[in-house]
């Protein structure tokens, strides 16, 4: 099922894509939301906010012709937190791979400590 997905400012034109954002006449179509939510993996929370907010996203259904729109402030708050919470969990599993990591430098650090200790009270025997 193809869709034609564009990016609707105000004033009626399009967004261009890009890195550089501009808004035309015709702008550019995405043909799936994921592919418009890497567009917007490239900028920055507040700059996604800045360039997109009061923008509606038109969503053309080639088979049924259905449109939708839906307010870009609501998608990008939606988008957010997804990202948010995606960012988290990724920080929680490298937290738990470093302390995990760390646990195991320790055990061997104990284990030298142990080797010193005994050499240290053998010389301290001979001597």
């Known amino acids: ?3 034609f997905i564009k990016v609707r400012n105000l004033e009626g ?3 261009t894509g890009g890195m550089y954002v501009r808004f035309t006449k015709k702008g550019k179509t ?3 939301l994921g592919y418009l939510k890497r567009h917007f993996a490239q900028f920055k929370y507040d700059e ?3 360039i997109y907010i009061n923008c509606t996203i038109i969503i053309l259904d080639e088979e049924t012709l259905e449109k939708s729109e839906l307010w870009m402030k609501d998608f990008i708050s939606d ?3 997804d990202a948010v919470i995606k960012r988290e969990k990724n920080d929680i599993s490298n937290l738990k ?3 995990k990591l760390y646990e195991n430098e320790i055990i061997k650090l104990e284990l030298k400590l142990e080797v010193i200790n ?3 009270d053998e010389k ?3 001597n």
């Open 1 to 3: 099922m193809a869709k």
């Open 30 to 32: 995405w043909s799936s």
């Open 79 to 81: 988008y957010i937190v």
């Open 124 to 126: 301290n025997k001979n």
């Open 48 to 50: 996604l906010r800045r």
């Open 118 to 120: 005994r050499d240290l």
């Open 97 to 99: 791979a470093r302390k």
């Open 13 to 15: 034109n399009f967004s």
